[in-house]
């Protein structure tokens, strides 16, 4: 079993949606939870870095985080054409500081 | 946010030879960088931990005289692939934490490297 699950979709969307990106892990030392968004041939950019359980908002995005069920998730509200992507999330915590453990990452196309 | 470069941005070298690609920290310090692989549609895989001032930390799987990282300054890393073999063909990408929140990683644009 992967320490982070991703469905890699791909997720296509009209312009305008609110798309819901998730992913499970299954190390319960995990505490910091990111997602990343790369466009092709890119590297990752940070969108949401969050500490522990709940919620943070920045601008159409937010990241949501229940530890008790080891689920992190990002929606997107308002969903743009320049939102298609590759996004990934990310984990981090334990003994193993600055390390981090990524999904497979979801492709995402918001389409006019 | 903070910003790491990466140089160059696309190698293409014959089987055997030797490639240095290099990841800088542009607007802070960072006495660890971290080198990742990325093959086509999979995601980051930790390669190793560049330290500052010491030898890097490997991954389990990665070959250290293969791919040697040195990290000469506060805001440099440089990673090594010797002996290249079409099977290194990939997206190499580096990040760094900023100070006091280690976890938080910026990652620079990658390097592309195709082995003939």
């Known amino acids: 079993q992967k320490e982070v699950e991703q469905d890699p979709g791909p997720l296509s969307v009209p312009e305008g949606a609110i798309v819901s990106l998730n992913c499970t892990y299954s190390n319960s030392a995990f505490q910091y939870f990111m997602w990343y968004r790369q466009y092709s041939r890119k590297g990752p950019e940070l969108l949401m870095y969050?500490?522990?359980?709940g919620n943070k908002e920045d601008g159409r995005f937010t990241a949501q985080v229940d530890k008790s069920s080891k689920y992190i998730s990002l929606f997107i509200r308002d969903s743009q054409p320049s939102d298609s992507a590759t996004y990934l999330c990310a984990t981090a915590g334990g003994t193993s500081y600055g390390k981090l453990t990524f999904g497979q990452g979801t492709i995402l196309t918001v389409h006019p | 946010g903070a910003v790491v470069s990466q140089h160059p941005s696309w190698v293409i070298c014959k089987s055997g030879t030797s490639v240095k690609i290099e990841c800088r920290s542009l607007d802070f310090q960072a006495t660890t960088m971290f080198w990742y692989r990325q093959f086509p549609k999979q995601s980051l895989m930790l390669m190793a931990t560049?330290?500052?001032?010491?030898?890097?930390?490997?991954e389990q799987g990665v070959e250290k005289d293969k791919f040697l990282i040195n990290h000469a300054s506060l805001t440099l890393s440089t990673l090594t692939v010797t002996s290249a073999h079409p099977e290194d063909s990939s997206f190499y990408i580096c990040?760094?934490?900023?100070?006091?929140?280690?976890?938080?990683?910026?990652f620079g644009p990658g390097t592309r490297l195709t082995v003939l």
């Open positions: 560049s330290n500052e001032g010491s030898k890097a930390t490997y």
């Open positions: 969050t500490y522990s359980s």
């Open positions: 990040s760094a934490p900023t100070s006091g929140r280690g976890n938080e990683q910026f």
